[in-house]
């Protein structure tokens, strides 16, 4: 009777195969160049955040502490801001002013920017080199400075004078010019073929651009929003031209009249005010950031 062998397969080697360990090398290091990039940026970090950082801190101190050679306070004192709100008993209603105001602008901003940008680029629109031509015009002229007359003048005809409200008509109208290029830079990103796809299709100017253009300009409608949100929330001249009621005013002219001689004030009462004055701007923008960075990387500053 035959028997069988058993005897195991034979893996079948190829001379070229290499082992692992032959294939593995050393993980390079960062270069120079790397390296003094990455201490620029932590540089410029420092000296943006350190500031901010020490009002912070100095809101916080006790008034022994504010007036020692240190950073962080020895005792934390939360009262400050307490007191600053008893202190300025309009604080409160300056601070939703400059809430109304904000939104009003950034608003009424944002939609004519938006419209504006959507037909100098895809709308066949009469006189748009005119048009494009005195906006870059109002971008070399200090139109807050050298127009401050004639507003103050409109808005006395308009009876608009210690009006909160009344602030949002030129805030918008001087930041429009910038708010109407960054649209039409990212609108200029978007290709020709689509919108012309989409009237073959039988859409409207209206449905193109509600359901096709804005999702694809989204970056820069926030970074729209983030620039009119700055410059309306800390505009001082024009609200403190125009308001002359305490109450009527925004948060800028409180904290400027706050640090200017209202009493007997001291750093850290100071610093409080300042802090509850730059918080919503930091939190906004801290929310927006990505989208605002992906709007500038998309062409939103194409001129």
């Given amino acids: ?30 270069t120079m160049g790397t390296v003094l990039r990455h201490l620029t940026l932590i540089v410029f970090c420092v000296i943006i955040l350190f500031p901010i950082a020490w009002v912070l801190l ?23 801001y307490a007191y600053s709100l008893q202190r300025i008993p309009t604080l409160a209603t300056n601070f939703w002013n400059s809430v109304l105001v904000t939104t009003g602008t950034v608003v009424l901003t944002t939609i004519a920017a938006i419209l504006a940008g959507y037909a100098l680029v ?25 127009a401050l007359i004639a507003i103050w003048d409109i808005q006395r005809r308009l009876g608009l004078i210690n009006v909160t409200w009344g602030l949002i008509l030129p805030y918008v109208a001087l930041s429009i010019a910038i708010s109407v290029f960054i649209m039409r830079g990212m609108f200029e990103t978007i290709p020709k073929d689509l919108p012309d796809a ?32 700055v410059a309306a929330w800390g505009e001082y001249l024009l609200a403190v031209s125009l308001m002359n009621d305490q109450s009527a005013r ?18 850290p009462r100071i ?18 950031q990505r989208w605002y960075m992906k709007g500038l990387q998309e062409g939103a500053l194409k001129t």
């Fill in 250 to 267: 925004t948060l800028p002219v409180v904290l400027a009249s706050a640090s200017g001689g209202m009493g007997a004030w001291v750093w």
């Fill in 1 to 30: 009777m035959a028997t069988r062998e058993l005897t195991a397969p034979v893996a079948h080697v190829s001379p070229r195969a290499t082992p692992v360990a032959d294939t593995w090398r050393p993980r390079r290091g960062p």
């Fill in 58 to 80: 100095l809101s916080v101190k006790s008034l022994p502490d504010a007036y020692q050679n240190e950073i962080w306070p020895t005792v934390f004192d939360f009262s400050h």
């Fill in 271 to 288: 610093a409080a005010v300042y802090v509850m004055a730059i918080t919503p701007g930091l939190v906004a923008f801290s929310i927006a």
């Fill in 122 to 146: 895809h709308l066949r629109t009469p006189g748009k080199a005119v048009i494009l031509a005195l906006l870059v015009a109002s971008l070399f002229f200090p139109t807050r400075v050298t």
């Fill in 198 to 229: 989409a009237r073959i299709d039988g859409a409207g100017p209206v449905r193109m651009l509600l359901g096709i253009m804005l999702p694809l300009v989204s970056n820069g409608i926030v970074v729209v929003i983030i620039v009119n949100f």
